[in-house]
Nanobody, 120 residues
Framework: QVQLVESGGGLVQPGGSLRLSCVAS????????MSWYRQAPGKERELVAA????????KYADSVKGRFAISRDNAKNTVYLQMNSLKPEDTAVYYC?????????????WGQGTQVTVSS
């Protein structure tokens, strides 16, 4: 059974940083591209960042380019999202999921998400 457990969210002031983690189990992690999505209140879930199975290629939403960095540790079955220079508009629930790099769509189920709130 696929499980994705996100953590690391919280309340941070504008300009601050957070690092999100997602620990995966139930599938061969190193064989899959992974991604982070987010959903703000009243908005659709959107792709934030993705990276390939070996981490050699990444992609980012225009709104987070230069501020966020996605990475992975295949030995720990974990994908990370380093978020710097956070803005109030980054407030959302963040989810990780497997990702189909060819179709550019997510694969399978979501984790429970982790709340990120950027506010002074």
């Amino acid at each position: 059974q696929v499980q994705l457990v996100e953590s690391g969210g919280g309340l941070v002031q504008p300009g601050g940083s957070l690092r999100l983690s997602c620990v995966a189990s139930g599938f061969t992690f190193r064989n899959y591209a992974m991604s982070w999505y987010r959903q703000a209140p009243g908005k659709e879930r959107e792709l934030v960042a993705a990276l390939t199975d070996l981490g050699g290629r990444t992609k980012y939403a225009d709104s987070v380019k230069g501020r966020f960095a996605i990475s992975r540790d295949n030995a720990k079955n974990t994908v990370y999202l380093q978020m710097n220079s956070l803005k109030p508009e980054d407030t959302a629930v963040y989810y990780c999921t497997r990702y189909n790099w060819v179709t550019m769509t997510r694969l399978g189920s979501w984790g429970q998400g982790t709340q990120v709130t950027v506010s002074s």
